[in-house]
């Protein structure tokens, strides 16, 4: 059976993170052999299967105290020799800083490469570094997964020819959980507290939403991402003494029980890869407001008027009425919200897992 060497930054929890261990995890229980190389390692990771091998490539101590140019070399080199200890049927890096290091280590070896991007390129693709190294490196990549369309648009006509768009796999609790006999009165959001999620928007359109439905409340699920955006959020409460109606509800484990007899779910991101919440909000059968926001993540996800509604990025005067729409026609937004649970269909763990395999497979045989 083949081996599968995945590398990124570390294991500690994000997007990039929770996919790699996911896809790892499936591929040893059906057989495969897979290790993971990583920079680091972090406090608050997901787990792996035992079965999975962690090796740690970054640096080494005492590599912190040379110059900046050499630290970049050794970690490249670092991950070449893995790849020649290891001998992968295929490395597939992660992330930014991962894909170029990946790209460079395997530069003259006859190993395939599968990159993945997992952000909005635009302004994160786009620095000098970048434009330096997107036209030598990522014409050495055998293929590339993207998330949306509108990130595939960015690059170059030969990467786009050899890709492939794969969603990412919703978590298992999330999928085929009842719908409730009756909501609640809660609009809810779940995601971390950061800038570009752009929670004062939902903030001050939901100040508005209350003065026509004084009975329903939000509620806002994430940790602090110790960016200000929760500082932010509170003095915006409590300079609107909204404090009896709208809750920062911190990070939890149980939100497949903590939103799913919601009122509904309002997505007010700037910018987003392909947005996991968004996802398991449409899983959980919610009905939904989400900012159609590049790359095109709930663009790939949704289509307007069916599954969800798509409002403008950055318009509080959209969301206030998205929002206070699904409150005033509960039957359209059930009927949202009955749509919405499809996603599960092509966003499963096994649909993913299958399209990933496949796409492996057919690298490897093809540099085989």
């Not at 110059?67 to 070449?80: N, S």
């Not at 909005?120 to 330096?132: A, C, F, L």
């Not at 055998?142 to 492939?164: H, I, K, M, W, Y």
């Not at 779940?190 to 800038?195: I, K, P, T, Y």
Request: aromatic share 8%; hydrophobic share 40%; proline share 5%.
């Amino acid at each position: 059976m083949r081996k599968i060497a995945f590398h990124l930054n570390c294991l500690e929890q994000g997007g990039a993170e929770r996919v790699v261990t996911n896809l790892a995890n499936r591929f040893v229980e059906n057989g495969y052999q897979v290790v993971i190389a990583t920079e680091w390692y972090g406090q608050d990771e997901f787990w792996t299967d035992p079965r999975v091998k962690r090796v740690h490539v970054g640096l080494r101590e005492g590599d912190d105290k040379k110059p900046h140019l050499l630290q970049i070399l050794l970690r490249i080199k670092y991950l070449k020799d893995f790849i020649k200890t290891e001998r992968p049927d295929i490395l597939i890096p992660f992330a930014r800083k991962a894909l170029y290091r990946g790209l460079m280590a395997a530069y003259f070896m006859k190993i395939p490469v599968l990159i993945s991007i997992r952000t909005d390129p635009v302004g994160h693709y786009e620095e000098i570094s970048d434009k330096i190294q997107i036209p030598v490196l990522f014409k050495r990549a055998d293929g590339c997964v993207f998330q949306t369309e509108g990130a595939r648009e960015f690059f170059a006509p030969r990467l786009q020819e050899n890709s492939r768009i794969i969603l990412n796999p919703i978590n298992p609790k999330y999928i085929g959980v009842p719908m409730p006999k009756k909501r609640n009165k809660s609009v809810v959001q779940s995601g971390r507290l950061v800038d570009f999620k752009n929670q004062p928007m939902l903030i001050r359109a939901f100040i508005e939403v209350h003065k026509k439905h004084p009975d329903y409340d939000l509620k806002i699920y994430g940790g602090d991402s110790l960016d200000g955006t929760k500082e932010i959020l509170e003095g915006l409460i409590a300079e609107n003494h909204a404090e009896d109606y709208i809750h920062l509800m911190g990070a939890s484990d149980n939100l497949e029980k903590d939103l799913v007899d919601a009122a509904l779910f309002a997505f007010t991101s700037d910018w987003e890869g392909l947005p996991n919440a968004l996802m398991e909000a449409m899983a959980l059968g919610l009905p939904i407001v989400a900012t159609d926001c590049p790359c095109g993540g709930p663009r790939t996800i949704m289509t307007n008027e069916v599954d969800g509604l798509l409002i403008p990025i950055k318009d509080v005067k959209a969301l206030e009425e998205g929002i206070n729409r699904l409150i005033e026609n509960s039957d359209f937004a059930e009927e949202l919200g009955m749509q919405a649970r499809k996603i599960a269909e092509r966003a499963n763990g096994d649909v993913v897992f299958a399209q990933w395999r496949d796409y492996i497979e057919e690298l490897c045989d093809k540099e085989g």
